[in-house]
């Protein structure tokens, strides 16, 4: 029996250090950026001249520290008076407004889970008739443009159309619902499946798509 010839071994070994490696790298960067905010606190208690030497990670324990303070402030009627202050100062600066309350609404409709964005997995024809892509969507438009759109109010949805590896880029289209097709995939196995391009296929099953509901 002949022996797997040595680049087969070298690309298995590839397979398992590559994810491995850029998964600590990521981590690794992500706890270096939140060690930063160690720079708020006086010197005198930084962990290196507490204890003499630095300590990985401390800044994410302050980090999550101040953002559950945060959460536990906002969350009474002073806090919620503050935050409205805050955001009434902030809309009073041209640019700085555009910018906060976009991102805002992005953010409280992604983390809230009191909506329906990004929460169905969809089949649409894109680039051409001929061909499939999987998006996500992401709402409904508003009356202004769906009243110019073939369909009408009720037959419009928005979708938002990720790029291969990268996700986070993508395209934003107004679609008919009734030429869209439901997946049965969460979002998590959709983005693997994106990210992957086709290598990691989702558990569910594919080859069974759910027609979306009018």
Known sequence: ???PPLKRYFITGLLVWIPLAITVWV???IVGTMDQSLQW???SIHPKNLVGFDIPGSGVVLTLIVILLTGLITANILGQRLVRFWEGMLSRIPVVKSIYYSVKQISDTLLSGNDEAFRK???VRYPHPEAWAIAFQSGVPTVDVSQHCEGGTVDIISVFIPTAPSPL???FFFV???DTVELDMSVDDALKYIVSMGVVT???KLCAPIPANN
Do not use: E, Q
């Open 121 to 123: 997995v969809l089949l």
């Open 176 to 178: 008919k619902k009734t």
């Open 41 to 43: 606190l006086p010197p």
């Open 169 to 171: 880029n993508g395209f």
């Open 1 to 3: 029996m002949s022996r």
């Open 202 to 204: 989702p558990i569910s």
């Open 27 to 29: 981590l690794m960067m």
